[in-house]
């Protein structure tokens, strides 16, 4: 503990707005892993009661069920089953779920992008630092005497050597958690194309076998 204190106190004031952006990058990563966890949760849950309901072609059952339930998939198919109920085109389905489906995209994806943000302004606060520091190591050896140069000088870099190094170790971790939260997000985008493309083809089995 006592190296971590010192080593962010070496680090000059640069250090305080990369804490700053890694605590942000750090609450934005919880809650985002949080929401997409209960999503992928809910709406497996969801699937798994309601699939074999359409491929039953009970598709009063499975209205009832999908309006009773506020996961992402009910969403999507509430609006699909309302049009089967009304039209039974397959290309009418099919739109509103799309449509739906452009809905819940944006809402999956909200704040992720400010990860990959966040990582580029804490390696451009270590850039800072760094050159800040290399600007007082050598405005502090031009007025110092030989004997305190080199003692400045170290002093100096040292301060801009940690402060690029917090930067950088704030960066990464952020981008990865970035890629980590993009593939989740585009997983359970997938899984939701994949549920539309099944239940309309449930929807069209059991509405050419009516006609």
């Known amino acids: 503990?006592?190296?971590?204190?010192?080593?962010?106190?070496?680090?000059?004031?640069?250090?305080?707005?990369?804490?700053?952006?890694?605590?942000?990058?750090?609450?934005i990563s919880v809650e985002r892993?949080?929401?997409?966890?209960?999503?992928?949760?809910?709406?497996?849950?969801?699937?798994?009661?309601?699939?074999p309901v359409l491929a039953q072609g009970d598709f009063d059952k499975a209205r009832e069920l999908v309006y009773e339930d506020n996961s992402a998939i009910a969403q999507m198919l509430s609006m699909g089953l309302a049009r089967q109920?009304?039209?039974?085109?397959?290309?009418?389905?099919?739109?509103?779920?799309?449509?739906?489906?452009?809905?819940?995209?944006?809402?999956?994806?909200?704040r992720?992008?400010?990860?990959?943000?966040?990582?580029?302004?804490?390696?451009?606060?270590?850039?800072?630092?760094?050159?800040?520091?290399?600007?007082t190591a050598f405005t502090a050896v031009a007025s110092a005497s030989p004997a305190e140069k080199a003692a400045l000088l170290?002093?100096?870099?040292s301060e801009a050597m940690n402060c690029t190094a917090f930067g950088l170790m704030?960066?990464?971790?952020?981008?990865?958690?970035?890629a980590r939260l993009s593939s989740t997000t585009g997983e359970i985008v997938g899984s939701l194309e994949m549920v539309s493309v099944k239940a309309l083809n449930s929807i069209s089995t059991f509405s050419k076998r009516a006609y």
Do not use: C
């Open 112 to 135: 992720t992008p400010y990860l990959a943000l966040l990582s580029n302004i804490a390696t451009l606060f270590g850039l800072l630092g760094t050159i800040m520091g290399l600007i």
């Open 154 to 157: 170290a002093a100096s870099i």
């Open 85 to 110: 109920g009304a039209v039974r085109r397959r290309e009418d389905i099919e739109i509103a779920m799309e449509e739906s489906l452009m809905e819940i995209i944006p809402q999956l994806e909200k």
């Open 1 to 27: 503990m006592h190296t971590i204190v010192r080593f962010f106190q070496m680090g000059g004031f640069f250090m305080f707005p990369i804490l700053l952006v890694l605590s942000a990058g750090i609450a």
């Open 33 to 51: 892993w949080i929401h997409l966890s209960r999503v992928k949760k809910e709406n497996r849950e969801m699937w798994e009661e309601v699939h």
């Open 170 to 178: 704030s960066a990464i971790p952020l981008l990865l958690i970035h």
